[in-house]
């Protein structure tokens, strides 16, 4: 192990201006000292800890007297320490460590999904996953799962972007994708712009976390694993979408009017298999059965069922 490398950073990743470097820097250092000299430690080195940034191994931290001991594990440790006199707030004690009780104390459930989903790469899928399921919801209204699920993973990517250092040019980036994703709906780009949107959500993930650290980074094989995976998703969707479009001339007007139709919300209902954009004079409720009175194009004229 190594020991040192102590300069003061911001907790949020970010330069501090040189006047507040300046105050943190000599604070850090006047209680390191005052550490050092009370347990008889090399003051010396401490300081230059916190302002040089110097590191060293654990054996030369033992010769400098950076350290008291070099233990192999808590037994070890716990060995070496028996008999030891040390000093507290109220004086000095002696350690009596031959028969020590050990208690592990674990980290919460919450904590560890709190450790879990603050991770980058963890940020990334749940921000990706999410706009995914809102996606497929407006491609599918009324599925509701996608909806749902994309919902709790964007929510709980908002609350990991407070605690990591964000770059909001790559949030815009991934929103683009997102938008994108979403307007591949409405205009006939033969898949353009989800293409577009896959390489729009790539650069936002690289560009995710404001820190030049590879531990605080995106993983670059999630980003394309997600990357292609939505790709993929996404095709077959709008290849699934053409067809049922390419199909409509074979229905014929005659063949679609009388037919009982599932509303499915957001002006969409389901018949024959295919979800129908639809115009109806009465609001209309998901799961209300309807009738089909007229086609307009791709458009079905509905009203509900008596």
Not at 54 to 81: C, F, M, P, R, Y
Not at 276 to 283: D, G, H, S, V, Y
Request: glycine share 10%; with cysteine; hydrophobic share 50%.
């Amino acid at each position: 192990t190594n020991i040192g490398a102590a300069h003061p950073v911001s907790g949020e990743g970010k330069p501090i201006d040189s006047i507040m470097n300046e105050k943190i820097t000599n604070d850090a250092v006047a209680k390191i000292k005052a550490a050092a000299a009370r347990h008889g430690r090399n003051a010396e080195w401490a300081e230059k800890a916190v302002r040089e940034s110097v590191s060293i191994t654990d054996e030369e931290a033992l010769k400098l007297h950076v350290i008291d001991l070099i233990a192999e594990n808590v037994d070890d440790l716990l060995a070496k320490l028996d008999g030891r006199t040390t000093k507290v707030s109220v004086g000095e004690v002696t350690l009596r460590l031959d028969h020590p009780r050990v208690v592990h104390i674990e980290i919460s459930f919450m904590e560890k999904l709190r450790k879990l989903i603050t991770n980058p790469s963890v940020v990334f899928l749940l921000f990706s996953l999410g706009g995914l399921g809102i996606v497929l919801e407006l491609y599918h209204p009324g599925a509701i799962l996608p909806g749902v699920v994309g919902a709790i993973c964007l929510i709980l990517a908002l609350y990991a972007f407070q605690t990591l250092p964000i770059n909001y040019a790559g949030v815009a980036l991934i929103l683009l994708a997102i938008l994108l994703f979403i307007a591949e709906i409405k205009v006939v780009s033969h898949g353009l712009l989800t293409v577009g949107g896959v390489i729009s959500l790539i650069l936002g993930g690289t560009l995710l976390i404001n820190d030049v650290s590879p531990a605080v980074q995106v993983s670059k094989t999630l980003l394309y694993t997600v990357g292609g995976f939505i790709l993929v998703i996404l095709l077959i969707v709008i290849y699934l979408v053409a067809k049922v479009r390419r199909n409509v001339p074979f229905v014929g007007r005659e063949g679609m009017v009388g037919k009982t139709a599932e509303a499915r919300g957001d002006g969409f209902v389901f018949v024959e298999g295919a979800l129908w954009k639809a115009e109806c004079e009465e609001p209309l409720l998901p799961g209300e059965k309807v009738v089909v009175t007229a086609v307009d194009g791709l458009t079905l004229k509905v009203k509900k069922q008596n």
